[in-house]
């Protein structure tokens, strides 16, 4: 009797359970579809606008590609079956009625007179039925949904979800199992599944897959996602389900079918007569819906899904530059026979699964059982157990059923390691979510990995499911340390994945970004910016057409150019352009990818630190790169970093403003202007913690010259920005009015300054004070230097030189303008010239060398100095009228016009004054008011000048007396003057000109000749009249005076911050201005053009605005800097949870976490009580037997049989290990003594099932009457080698067993063996299979195990150790595409004292030296190896040779390593570490585990 089927019987004849996609055995090579990833590699080259296509594209698109590509099943061949439909109508053996075949399928057929068969008579032809797909009655949510065969490739359903329907590549993959049909679930336990769920798969992006239906498990999986969606607790959009189910078993499918796609198809759940088919779940957003060509079977999805799911698990995902392999878990709830198939065919392949407790059938059953020991779960336990959670159907199940049922237990609880059992509020679990991922942890720390890839993978799942919580609490433990070079791919995925949690995470854990960035990764990072950020799009026009590959160098010079135009011209380039000399070396840096397939990411991502000399201050350059991107956690997390923290917050304050004038987006530009904001608060908090432990030193800071921000001081970068509450500060303001001063003392006042500007003697008289005590009590000449060169006097003096130029220009244009110019006029001329000259050299100023485009463009940003050249150039006008006597005139009205712009310039000299510069500011605003004012005005004064002028006046025809009536009386109408001729009362003929013709006089409006009177409209032009100044004077005045008064309560608010602001400006212009007012200022200009011009010295700024200091000093200066800033962050944090709503929140979560922690306490001190009391009965027990046996054997007069002796129970963990790993050893259970590998139930390399042999009925002695194993003998090519099939006793008489048979031993190293029927008896009892199996020999087939180790050396040849303890390396080889690795050994041919595979890796002269190392070597171990090939009557038994080289310099270790060699391509050697975590096969590693404990070596 078979009593293992296939899983898809198994499903179709329940119908009761959901499947797990993993393939129970080998699947065929499915075509790999490349990664579906946003690739990096080119830097944007779209735009951030771009041409979307329609829906009708989009749709047409989707169903050419479908009909190409997806295929459906049709029945060809109609054979009436016996049964009836539901509605006793004929139908098919395929379950379809007559009328829903093809003609072809009912009429005269090639296949007459055949039986039906599903491979004959069903055809695949384009499928039918695909689109979007609308719940009618059930909202608006449109899915997804396609109907195809169950021979379709995996790839390509692959490739539909991803590029036609367009899902991103899962970082997760859940497979949600169960049962098919609908159970009961305690409330709370619902409730938690559905939430963690739906967390693990939002927080992760991973797809959830079920069965589609809208009964069982599907049904909880689809009220989950309802629910949510309900409760709006989306944040990152909708969560991916996708239903895999049977076209054929679909209630209402008629209505899915669209030949063209169905855009989209209204699809009626009919629960009520659905029968014995099924509907869709309304709540899942995608379906598959797989079609074999047959109507009302069940389980045809299960095969497709299985190899979907291992499809889509072989997937690589990269984000952020880290590629893993999609991960994939089972989440199993109540089910049936099937579930525990699918459960048992998923730990088969190493998947892990969670069982969710408390949630019936299958469920319940394994979880009771999990966490005994596998000697325990016995026959009799998983009766009992059955007979209460299957209550209804128990009496159905056999006693071989049963049994089977208990192997499966036994080998799904024996790997602990991938089973995962949720239990509602215990062992700490509170959420599904953490179980889940969790239990992926846990897998793949179990999973073998050379070296730390183990590890290294584990923060690669944390770190793509944005799970700090879990990498905290699982990965960044004491069991591991990691060096922070370790860490470094992973930062960039962090990063790139913008994950602040992780940086701050990696960050705490020892990395450093001073070492962290080179120019590799910022290269790599700038490659991978959000593609709709602004700046990635600046970037890109900049690059212009450059390739793809980009020179590192030149990528970086290109961001630079921006940063630059964002930072201000102030600043210098941020990178500069690499030398010719290293542009081939930069070329060839690599792109980093990380990829975790296998090998080690470090291996992959290569990080030189040597090339740290690109940049002066790495943490600048990632800090940029955040804000850029708008990332606030992030950049946020990287100021904190920052030594040159005030400079780096007002730099990206001016980056953020820049940014936002260009941003489309509100919600962004929002964005980037409260981050701004914030970062201009953050330099004040860090200023003002500066400024108030020392002044002086804060004061250095604000006028430093920064080399990491382009060689400018924290104030240029500040005014550069705008940001005006940090130079509003006091102690800028302070420092400022310093400078202001000069050297004189603050307190002098105004009048005394003016006395010794006029008197200068009075200087000697202590009437002023100065800062410097020597010129307090200096009498010479340098007292009068100090006073005459402070800004204040200079303003002063030039206030009085230009009040004096105004007073005189006034003369000469109202008194003295003679035809021939004047002393007064001549020395206006000359006043002018030097003006002219100030001018030119503020034009020409560079102290910077920044160069002449740039030096005049910051000259023509200021707008005096606009006012200063358009004075300037009317005078010049003016002058050259003037002196053309036939101009006189004209030269004076301009030269009368100049007048005016140069007293606006008074404008500009008084914003100085607290009092009067705030005004000032205030009538500058209002002016820009008034200007967007005249534009409503102009409509009105136009519309009404117009109309009046066409009404009144006919056919006028003078220009200036049409503008006159048009606009200029119009406009006198606002203030009173109305037009005189409106209503004719006030009309006289004696005052305008009838014809026009009187140049002075208006043309008479339209009168009556005869009478002369008016004859136009008074009414109507009354009318307009009242209309015009209704609106004018009382709407669109008041609306003037309402802007002011609104542009004033704004300006006002901020009038001192805005004040403060600009005075800087003007302190700065005269502080660097010659002392000597105008005229005099000429001789200061012919002292300068001989400085630079003869004698060739460079303008240099003050040291007042722009210092450059010592490096040491600097350093110092920077490190208190930081430590100021570390203040400040801990005064911030202390403010925050000073809050009334943080310390609620912090109160709220110690006590939950002193719930837990009570909870746990609780649990694990009962536990611990548990588990000692078992001990300790176990204990006694072995003593009382041991005692039995004494006195027994004392009472014989003899020792009694050895076999008698007892033996102490082990103890269940080992100390510092985890428990569950600990499972992985045979030694863990007195009851998995017995051979477990033997009895797998696949038998390798074929199709085989074994009979199912529980750990009890394993031994030989023990009864199994319905023992009924299947028999398999491999075909073999070399069939004189081998033994006979076995299949007839004859050719087996021949054999000698417990013997040596010619060139054959056949005998055991335990010793004499059973023959029974002429076949041997595996000396560890039942595999569940007889015959050879794929062996070569009945009885023991003998092999030989080399074990080749060396010590593990460092480079300086020193043996590296691991807690105290040697490590060892052993000699390594792996054949094809296996994932494991073996030791050289095997079998040997008869006479042969080498392994054949060891031949294959050692060239020919070496195997007699080799033969020699052989003999020479320690036997460790001698006897049965636990294979997977082992059946009842054949098995492997070993010789395991440790061969080892302890010194490094040994001639045969030389040679041996000469002569390794493959004479395979596909065959690889190594040397390998040994580790418990080296991925060996099972039977090699207890070999390797005691060559390790002979040399006492780490293992």
């Known amino acids: 009797m078979e009593l293992l089927a296939k899983r898809h019987r198994d499903q179709a004849s329940s119908g009761e359970e959901d ?37 009708c594209e989009k749709q047409g698109d989707l169903s050419s590609w479908i009909s190409d590509n997806i295929k459906k099943k049709e029945c060809i061949y109609f054979v009436e079956s016996s049964k009836l439909s539901d509605a006793g109508k004929v139908v098919c053996e395929c379950g379809y009625p007559r009328e829903q075949h093809l003609e072809e399928a009912t009429g005269s057929h090639t296949f007459q007179g055949q039986e039906w068969d599903p491979k004959k008579h069903v055809r695949e032809m384009p499928t039918d039925a695909f689109g979007d797909i609308v719940f009618t009655g059930l909202g608006q949510k449109v899915g997804k949904y396609v109907r195809l065969s169950q021979d379709t490739p995996s790839s390509l359903i692959y490739q539909l979800m991803t590029q036609q329907w367009g899902l991103d590549a899962p970082n997760l993959l859940i497979s949600v199992t169960g049962g098919a049909k609908d159970f009961k679930m305690k409330p709370r336990l619902k409730s938690i599944f559905r939430r963690g769920l739906l967390k693990v798969a939002q927080t992760s992006g991973a797809w959830v897959i079920t069965g589609g239906s809208h009964t069982g498990v599907m049904k909880q999986v689809g009220e989950a996602v309802r629910n949510f969606s309900l409760s709006g ?8 389900t996708i239903g895999i189910a049977t076209w054929g078993a679909l209630h209402n499918r008629e209505s899915l079918i669209h030949p063209t796609g169905g855009f989209p198809a209204e699809y009626i759940m009919d629960e009520g007569g659905q029968g014995h088919l099924t509907c869709l779940d309304s709540n899942h957003s995608h379906f598959i819906l797989v079609d074999d060509g047959t109507h009302g079977r069940y389980g045809v999805e299960i095969p497709l899904r299985t190899k979907l799911e291992k499809f889509i698990s072989q997937q690589t995902k990269e984000r952020g530059g880290v590629a893993i392999k999609i991960p994939i878990v089972c989440v199993v709830l109540e089910g049936g026979p099937g579930t525990l198939n699918t459960i048992y065919n998923a730990i088969t392949n190493g998947t892990p699964c969670v069982v969710v407790e408390g949630s019936g059938r299958v469920a319940d059953v394994i979880a009771q059982v999990a966490g005994l020991p596998i000697s325990e779960i016995t026959i009799s336990l998983i009766q009992q157990k059955l007979s209460m959670f299957f209550q209804g159907m128990f009496e159905t199940f056999t006693e071989s059923k049963i049994v089977e049922w208990t192997k499966k237990i036994q080998d799904i609880v024996r790997r602990r390691q991938l089973l995962t059992v949720f239990r509602e509020g215990k062992d700490g679990q509170q959420d599904v979510d953490v179980a889940i991922l969790q239990a992926l942890l846990k897998a793949s720390r179990s999973l073998d990995h050379f070296g730390h890839e183990n590890w290294d993978h584990q923060l690669n799942l944390a770190v793509a499911w944005n799970r700090v919580d879990i990498a905290q609490s699982e990965i960044f433990t004491d069991e591991r340390q990691w060096k922070p070079s370790e860490l470094y791919p992973m930062m960039v995925a962090a990063l790139i994945t913008n994950k602040p949690e992780f940086v701050k995470l990696f960050l705490e854990n020892g990395v450093q970004l001073k070492e962290f960035v080179s120019q590799a990764t910022l290269f790599y990072l700038y490659q991978n910016l959000e593609p709709t950020c602004l700046f990635h799009c600046k970037l890109d026009r900049v690059l212009g057409g450059e390739p793809e590959r980009l020179d590192p160098g030149v990528l970086l010079q290109c961001v630079a150019q921006v940063l630059q135009e964002l930072l201000g011209d102030s600043t210098q380039l941020l990178y500069s352009r690499p030398r010719s000399s290293d542009q081939q070396r930069l070329f060839t840096v690599p792109s980093v990818k990380i990829s975790v397939q296998g090998v080690n990411p470090q291996s992959s991502y290569k990080h030189s630190s040597g090339q740290a000399t690109f940049t002066i201050d790495p943490v600048r350059d990632l800090l940029i790169w955040a804000v850029v991107q708008n990332r606030r956690e992030l950049a946020e997390i990287i100021w904190a970093q920052s030594q040159d923290c005030i400079a780096a917050a007002l730099a990206c304050s001016k980056i953020l403003k820049e940014l936002s004038k260009e941003e489309e987006d509100t919600d962004s530009l929002e964005e980037m202007l409260v981050l701004a904001d914030e970062y201009e608060q953050r330099a004040i908090g860090v200023f003002t913690e500066c400024y108030r432990q020392n002044e002086e030193r804060a004061q250095k800071l604000l006028v430093r010259v920064s080399e990491a921000w382009g060689r400018t001081t924290c104030l240029q970068l500040a005014l550069e920005a705008k940001d005006m509450k940090f130079v509003s500060h006091g102690g800028i303001q302070a420092y400022l009015t310093k400078v202001w001063w000069g050297q004189l003392s603050v307190d002098n006042g105004l009048w005394r300054l003016v006395l010794c500007m006029l008197v200068f003697p009075l200087l000697y008289t202590g009437l002023v004070s100065f800062r410097n005590r020597e010129l307090q009590t200096d009498r010479c000449l340098a007292r009068v230097r100090a006073f005459f060169s402070a800004p204040v006097v200079v303003f002063h003096m030039n206030i009085l030189s230009y009040f004096a130029f105004l007073c005189l220009f006034a003369y000469v244009l109202m008194v003295d303008f003679q035809p021939q110019p004047s002393s007064c006029e001549c020395l206006i001329y000359v006043w002018l010239f030097s003006l002219v000259c100030e001018e030119l050299r503020q034009l020409f100023y560079d102290p910077d060398g920044s160069g002449l485009r740039k030096a005049v463009l910051v000259y023509f940003s200021d707008y005096w100095n606009k006012l200063d050249v358009c004075a300037i150039l009317l005078f010049i006008a003016g002058l050259t009228c003037r002196l053309m006597p036939s101009l006189l005139y004209t030269g004076r009205i301009i030269l009368s016009l100049d007048f005016t712009m140069f007293c606006l310039r008074l404008m500009h000299i008084f914003t100085i004054s607290k009092t009067l510069g705030p005004k000032i500011i205030i009538v500058k605003r209002m002016m820009k008011d008034v200007f967007f004012f005249l534009f ?37 109408t606002i203030f009173g003057q109305l037009p005189t001729y409106i209503d004719g009362v006030n009309f006289k003929p004696d005052q305008c000109s009838p014809n ?25 032009t009354v009318l307009l009249l009242c209309l015009y100044l209704l609106f004018a004077n009382i709407l669109l005045l008041n609306l003037l005076i309402a802007m002011f008064n609104y542009t004033f309560q704004q300006v006002q608010e901020h009038t001192d911050q805005i004040w403060k602001f600009q005075r800087h400006d003007l302190i700065e212009e005269y502080q660097g201005r010659p002392p000597a007012p105008p005229p005099f200022i000429l001789l200061s200009h012919l002292h300068l053009i001989i400085k630079r011009v003869v004698l060739k010295i460079p303008a240099k700024r003050h040291k007042l605005f722009k210092n450059k200091l010592e490096k040491t000093e600097e350093a110092a200066l920077l490190s208190w800097e930081m430590y100021l800033k570390e203040n400040y962050l801990q005064e911030q944090q202390f403010q925050q949870k000073q809050r009334p709503e943080q310390k609620i929140q912090d109160v709220s979560d110690k006590v939950d976490s002193m719930v837990r922690l009570l909870e746990m306490a609780h649990l694990k001190k009962s536990g611990a009580v548990e588990q000692r009391l078992a001990s300790l009965e176990e204990q006694v027990a072995q003593t009382a037997t041991a005692l039995h046996w004494i006195v027994k054997a004392l009472r014989d007069s003899g020792f009694g049989s050895e076999e008698g002796v007892p033996t102490l129970a082990p103890q269940k963990a080992s100390v510092g290990r985890d428990p569950e790993l600990d499972s992985r050893s045979k030694a863990e259970d007195p009851g998995d003594a017995y051979h477990v590998n033997a009895r797998h139930l696949l038998y390798p390399s074929c199709s085989v099932l074994r009979f199912p042999v529980p750990n009890e009925k394993v031994p030989w002695e023990t009864e199994f009457l319905m023992y009924n194993p299947p028999f398999y003998t491999a075909d073999r090519k070399d069939k004189d080698l081998v033994d006979p099939v076995g299949d007839a006793l004859e050719p087996l008489s021949r054999i000698s067993y417990n013997a040596v048979d010619g060139p054959l031993d056949r005998r055991s190293f335990h010793g004499v063996y059973t023959v029974r029927d002429g076949l041997p008896l595996n000396p560890m009892g039942r595999t569940g299979l007889r015959g050879r199996g794929d062996l070569s020999r009945f009885g023991p087939n003998h092999t030989l195990q080399p074990v080749i180790t060396r010590w593990r050396r460092s480079l300086d040849g020193a043996i590296c150790r691991k807690n105290v303890k040697k490590m060892l390396e052993v000699l390594v080889v792996k054949h094809g595409p296996s994932e494991h690795w073996m030791l050289p050994g095997g079998s040997r041919e008869p006479g042969e004292l080498l392994p054949q595979k060891l031949k294959q890796v050692l060239r020919r002269e070496f195997w007699s030296s080799f033969e020699r190392l052989l003999t020479q070597g320690m036997k460790v171990y001698r006897g049965y190896m636990d294979d997977p090939r082992n059946t009842d009557n054949a098995w492997i038994e070993t010789v395991a040779v440790s061969i080892h080289f302890p010194d490094q310099s040994d001639v045969e270790l030389k040679r041996l390593n000469s002569h390794l060699h493959s004479c395979d391509e596909g065959m690889a050697i190594r040397w390998q570490v040994v580790d418990e975590r080296i991925p060996l096969y099972d039977n090699h590693k207890v070999i390797l585990q005691k060559v390790a404990a002979l040399f006492m070596a780490y293992y």
Not at 233 to 240: A, K, P, R, T
């Open 19 to 55: 499947s797990f996609g993993v393939q129970p055995r080998r699947v065929a090579d499915l075509a790999m579809v490349p990664n579906l990833r946003w690739s990096s590699t080119g830097l944007c080259r779209r735009t951030r606008s771009q041409c979307l296509f329609s829906s």
């Open 936 to 972: 409503l005005l102009a409509v009105w004064v136009v519309s009404f000048g117009v109309a009046k002028q066409a009404i009144l006046i006919h056919n006028e025809r003078r220009v200036e007396w049409i503008f006159r009536g048009a606009i200029y009386h119009s406009y006198l």
């Open 233 to 240: 607790s989306f944040c990152e959009g909708e969560v991916v």
């Open 996 to 1020: 026009g013709t009187d140049p002075y006089k208006p043309k008479c409006p339209e009168i009556d000749q005869a009478r002369q009177e008016p004859v136009f409209p008074e009414w109507l």
